[in-house]
T-cell receptor, first 111, second 113 residues
Framework: KQEVTQIPAALSVPEGENLVLNCSFT??????LQWFRQDPGKGLTSLLL?????REQTSGRLNASLDKSSGRSTLYIAASQPGDSATYLC??????????FGAGTRLFVKA | DVKVTQSSRYLVKRTGEKVFLECVQD?????MFWYRQDPGLGLRLIYF???????EKGDIPEGYSVSREKKERFSLILESASTNQTSMYLC????????????FGSGTQLSVL
């Protein structure tokens, strides 16, 4: 059974710092891994999707990597800003209609 | 980008009421999903639909039903709302392929009193 874990559960950093959020999954047989951002009381906003055949994807200050063999994905945020404060979730698509979500990392960027 | 619209941001209902949550997507996606999100439990799949009038149970379908009469619209129905159904409900859609991206609506926070 696929399990997705995100560490740390919460993170507080000063503005301008580069940071890495971690996501691990127990079964390497995934179709893709997707990173989302969720603001309090809101829905999920898709940030990046990495297909199983890819190693990384980039969008602006965000870079996501995928290492299937080790069951890990990371989301790198460069030059963090207070507006980046949110909860970040990763989700592993295990095939069919099954997507397993991590519990999220709550990020706070201090001005 | 894809727009997934949930009709209500907040709903307050009484125990025993029949509740309808509506979701509409504008990109002709084949697949639509209903999740609920609870603190400490994360996102859990209630139902999904892969075509008009086609539906499949997810991990926690008890107490819920769904309807998909048109491709763009997927409704979640609470036949007789109970307090343990107080939750954030999230609708999502996706194109047909398994490798495609999930797009979410803005969520409906439902309180059952």
């Amino acid at each position: 059974k696929q399990e997705v874990t995100q560490i740390p559960a919460a993170l507080s950093v000063p503005e301008g710092e580069n940071l890495v959020l971690n996501c691990s999954f127990t079964d390497s047989a995934i179709y893709n891994l997707q990173w989302f951002r969720q603001d309090p009381g809101k829905g999920l906003t898709s940030l990046l999707l990495i297909q199983s055949s890819q190693r990384e994807q980039t969008s602006g200050r965000l870079n996501a990597s995928l290492d299937k063999s080790s069951g890990r994905s990371t989301l790198y945020i460069a030059a963090s800003q207070p507006g980046d404060s949110a909860t970040y979730l990763c989700a592993a698509n295990t095939g069919g209609f099954k997507t397993i979500f991590g519990a999220g990392t709550r990020l706070f960027v201090k001005a | 980008d894809v727009k997934v619209t949930q009709s209500s941001r907040y709903l307050v209902k009484r125990t025993g009421e029949k509740v309808f949550l509506e979701c509409v997507q504008d990109m002709d996606h084949e697949n639509m999903f209903w999740y609920r999100q609870d603190p400490g439990l994360g996102l859990r799949l209630i139902y999904f639909s892969y075509d008009v009038k086609m539906k499949e149970k997810g991990d926690i379908p008890e107490g819920y039903s769904v309807s998909r009469e048109k491709k763009e619209r997927f409704s979640l129905i609470l036949e007789s709302a109970s307090t343990n159904q107080t939750s954030m409900y999230l609708c999502a859609s996706r194109e047909g392929g398994e490798g495609e991206k999930l797009f979410f609506g803005s969520g409906t926070q439902l309180s059952v009193l």
